[in-house]
Structure formats: structure tokens, C-alpha cells
């Protein structure tokens, strides 16, 4: 299972770090092949050790002692030297749901984006769409060329509408927000299209805000999570949030859970960590919680 390259490259992490110990981060759906995983790195000669945490993106890293960790199901995000990143490139061919999607879709330049998980079939799709007549664009974010992340629509430029290729709407619905364009998501598993409508985020967005407002006593939440939180950010936001004569206070936090929260028995509370929380989780919080440039419109 693991691929030639990946067991090349902790093969060289192993002789400059010198150690055979591997904590191996899958993200919840690979979880369940825990034990293959283990008993194919022992196989390799390597001492395994299965992280039982989130591992939400490339930015959720997580570390044991000295030993190498094995990250899987993202591209680099961090740059690390104890870090291997395996992207974890799945075969699903898009063409099927893209035969079906492309005669619903009218714009003509399209900004074409993805997960990492797909991108090796980003030139089909290209292929497809322009068989359209339609003109494709493809630009580089923080990852690849096309490549999208949760907390990045970098890959979109200039065009009418924006086609993303992968599972779930979440990608789809924070380029949506972010760009104000109108994102189709196509599911390559499912073949089924969806319309991300901005309009439905921004409204959401305007509800937050109105929350907020009324809430009195806010925690600013800041992630421990390396490449998530912002203690600079959090300061900057308490101060606003004072001047608006707020009580308000930074809470660092690993996960953040409505359970951690509820303990913490605030009115609302402000998410510096993955924008993942607020735009796709919100419905699972009893209190509002708010993305920070939310805070700073209050
Ligand atoms: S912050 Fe969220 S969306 Fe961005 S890389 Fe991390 S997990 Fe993914």
C-alpha cells in the first residue's frame, strides 16, 4: 500500500534523523487502515506508532519524541524537516460526473480547481471542459497549480464561474465566500453536481455578525496547532473587542470542540485556527462562533 517514493523518502528521513520510530497521522477516513499500515512499516523494519488525534490538513501536524511522522492525506503545507508527506493521490476519474455537469453550465471561463487528492486527473477535466468551448484556467495558491485548500482560493484568478473536482462541498464553499464566484462542485464518487451559492455563505456570514454583536462576553480561541493559529491576530481582536466594550479573554486551544467550549460558558467566540470550524461546523456549537475578520467588523 505504501507507495515506492513515500518508503524512499522515510528511508532518508530515517538516516538523517536517525530512527526507525514512525508516528503515522491518517486522517479520519484512512484511520480504519491503521493496522495495515502498522503491520507494512514493521514489515519495512520501522517501529510504528498509529496517532489517535485529528488530522484535519497539511497544517495538523503532530509529533512523538524524535521519531520521523508520517503525515497522510495532504500535501505540505509546513515545511518540517521530521515531516513526510504522503498526498495520498486517489484513481477516481472525473470524466463520467463532468459529461454529466457540463451541459448545465453555461459561463465560459472557468477557473478549475481541486483538492490534492485529485489533481493527477486535472488534465482530464481540463481536456473535457475545453471540448466545451470553454476557456480553462488553472493558477497556483499556496499548493500546486489548481490546487485549492480549505483556507486558500489562491488558484482562482479571473473567470465566470469556478469548477472544483472533489468530494464535499467545503472547498467549493469557502472559494465561493472568499471569491464572491459561483462555484459548481462536482463529485467525482457521487457524479452529482451542486451550485455553491455565495449568496447562502454571506448570509450566514451577516448572521454571525449580528450574534456577536449581542454577545457580552467573548472567548477569542486561538489554535496550538502550528500552521493555524495566530496569538498576534488574537491580540489584535481582543483589543477591538474591548473598544466595542466587550469582556473578552485568549483561550489556547489544540481541538476545538462544542464540548471545550461549553465549559468554557462564554456568549460567542472567535475561531483563529482552520476557517473549516465556522463556515462548515458552525451548526454543531451552541454558542456563535465567528471567523476572525467577522470579529473585526463587530
Ligand atoms: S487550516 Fe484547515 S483548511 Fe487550511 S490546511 Fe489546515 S486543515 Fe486544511
Known sequence: MLPGQVVKRLEEKSR??????????????????????TKELENLGFDPVISGESNFGGCDLRFLDNAITLHV??????????????????????TDALEKALPKI???????????????????ARK??????????????????????????????????????????????????????????????TREMQKVSGEKLANERYIRIEKGRDAKRIGVVVSSKPG????????????KLRSKGKETAIILMDDITPYKLDNLNLDAYVIIACPRLVIDDWKNFRQPILLPDEALEL
Open 16 to 37: 538523517e534523523l536517525g530512527t526507525r520510530k514512525v508516528l503515522v497521522q491518517l486522517p479520519d477516513g484512512l484511520k480504519p487502515k491503521c493496522l495495515e499500515i
Open 73 to 94: 492525506g495532504h500535501s505540505e503545507f509546513l515545511k518540517d524537516n521530521r515531516v513526510v508527506y504522503w498526498e495520498y493521490r486517489v484513481s477516481v476519474d472525473p
Open 106 to 124: 453555461a459561463e465560459k471561463t472557468i477557473c478549475l480547481v481541486t483538492t490534492v487528492q485529485h489533481l493527477d486527473y486535472l488534465d482530464v
Open 128 to 189: 473535457l471542459i475545453e471540448k466545451c468551448e470553454k476557456n480553462v484556467i488553472t493558477k497556483k495558491g499556496k499548493g500546486y497549480p489548481g490546487q485549492v485548500l480549505g483556507c486558500d482560493a489562491g488558484a482562482v484568478g479571473e473567470c465566470d464561474a469556478v469548477i472544483f473536482i472533489g468530494s464535499g462541498v467545503f472547498h467549493a464553499q469557502f472559494v465561493a465566500l472568499k471569491t464572491g464566484k459561483k462555484v459548481y462542485a462536482i463529485d467525482p464518487y
Open 228 to 239: 493555524q493559529g495566530n496569538m498576534g491576530l488574537g491580540k489584535t481582536i481582543v483589543k
